[in-house]
């Protein structure tokens, strides 16, 4: 599944803190990574791809992606950068989060404050995307251009003229700066139709292992994680091909002993979530 993703045109990165023991060279209470690489929701074949890694390093994204070329969907971490050949995607929901942040109980029953109207251009982005949904990439990329991008030029205007008079580190100073020092990446969704708004896949695709992590903890060693971003991988890989991920597994479990999917292209494709032979026995109900 990771080789097939790379292969793809558009994708969606994410990555969240793992304790993880028995590291080399590392204390057991030192952060490491579990990285998580998606591709588009409507793609014929969606992909849900975890990744242990050491750290949190731009190397390990260098790495991670080595061999994509298109256009990634990330949160504004520098380490992205290291990708070469990719036009960067930065999330509107972490702009409109930071401006949601920023309102105050007391402008909530007041007149709208310079945070409400920041969150209320983010908002307004979100309403043409859903009215959006339906659309071809090529219609949408047009519709986009031409309701969305009015909104945008004023929202930007808008930030000019409020930044000098608001307080540069208070919540609502950093949504703003976070905004406008992000400005080209944030507009390059406008570029294709393909492309999203948001990184909400991601982030949606990493958060059972957030919430898992609660219970579990800890990873027991290297070899722990690395089980753990398999198991991952094929549940919400099989969740997002629509299949029961219990009943994916038990097939799995019962085909792979004594076949010969590692050398038989025809029994590793059967063994694909999309496929029609899983489609068939597993699909959810």
């Known amino acids: ?19 993880v023991l028995r590291e080399p060279n590392k204390k057991n209470t030192t952060k490491s990574y579990m990285w998580v690489l998606a591709n588009q929701s409507y793609s014929d074949h969606p992909m849900r791809v975890f990744h242990y890694a050491p750290s949190r390093a731009g190397m390990e994204a260098q ?27 930065l999330c509107w929901a972490h702009v409109r989060r930071r ?47 031409e309701k969305e991008r009015p909104v945008l030029d004023a929202f930007w205007k808008w930030i000019d003229s409020v930044r000098a008079d608001v307080l540069p580190k208070g919540k609502l100073g950093t949504a703003l700066s976070y905004a406008k020092d992000n400005q080209p990446l944030l507009e390059m969704y406008l570029e294709d139709g393909h492309c999203a708004i948001s990184n909400n896949l991601a982030e949606n695709s990493v958060r059972p292992f957030a919430v898992g992590r609660k219970n579990w903890e800890f990873a027991g060693s290297p070899k722990g994680a690395d089980a753990s971003a398999c198991v991952y991988s094929l549940i919400e890989t099989a969740k997002a091909n629509n299949l029961d991920p219990f009943h994916y597994l038990q ?6 002993p004594g076949s010969k999917f590692r050398t038989d292209e025809k029994t590793m494709q059967n063994l694909m979530p999309w496929s029609p032979f899983m489609q068939t026995q597993c699909k959810a109900n």
């Open 1 to 19: 599944m990771y080789r097939e993703l790379l292969k793809e045109k558009y994708l969606h990165a994410d990555e969240t803190p793992v304790q």
């Open 63 to 89: 790495q991670l992606l080595d061999g994509f070329s298109g256009y990634l969907h990330t949160d504004d971490y520098a380490g992205y950068n290291r990708v070469a050949a990719v036009k960067r995607c």
């Open 99 to 145: 401006f949601r942040d920023a309102i105050s109980k007391t402008d909530i029953d007041s007149d709208m404050s310079l945070a409400q109207i920041g969150f209320s251009f983010c908002n307004k982005l979100f309403e043409w995307e859903r009215k959006f949904s339906t659309l071809n990439p090529e219609d949408r990329k047009k519709a986009r251009l």
């Open 251 to 256: 097939c799995l479990l019962l085909i792979i």
